[in-house]
Nanobody, 118 residues
Framework: QVQLVESGGGLVQAGGSLRLSCTAS????????MAWFRQAPGKERELVAD????????NYADSVKGRFTISRDNAKNTVYLQMNSLKPEDTAVYSC???????????WGQGTQVTVSS
């Protein structure tokens, strides 16, 4: 059974940092792109960052460029999201996903809450 489990969320003051982790089990995802999404209350889910299978190519939403860094450790089947200079508008549930088929995210984690206080 394929499972993605996120961790590292929590409550932090504005300007602080958090590091999210997403570990996959049940299948090796080292050959697939992965991504972090977030969804705030009353808003649509948005793509925060994605990373190629090798880790060489990364993309970021404009709202997080320069503050967030996505990385992966294929030996550990884990993808990370380092979040610095956090803002209250970063408050959301953050979920990781794996892209098996081109254009689709086939597997999702349950999400971890990130709350940034002002």
């Amino acid at each position: 059974q394929v499972q993605l489990v996120e961790s590292g969320g929590g409550l932090v003051q504005a300007g602080g940092s958090l590091r999210l982790s997403c570990t996959a089990s049940g299948r090796t995802f080292s050959r697939y792109a992965m991504a972090w999404f977030r969804q705030a209350p009353g808003k649509e889910r948005e793509l925060v960052a994605d990373i190629s299978w090798s880790g060489d190519v990364t993309n970021y939403a404009d709202s997080v460029k320069g503050r967030f860094t996505i990385s992966r450790d294929n030996a550990k089947n884990t993808v990370y999201l380092q979040m610095n200079s956090l803002k209250p508008e970063d408050t959301a549930v953050y979920s990781c996903a794996v892209q098996i088929r081109v254009g689709y995210y086939d597997y999702w984690g349950q999400g971890t809450q990130v709350t940034v206080s002002s």
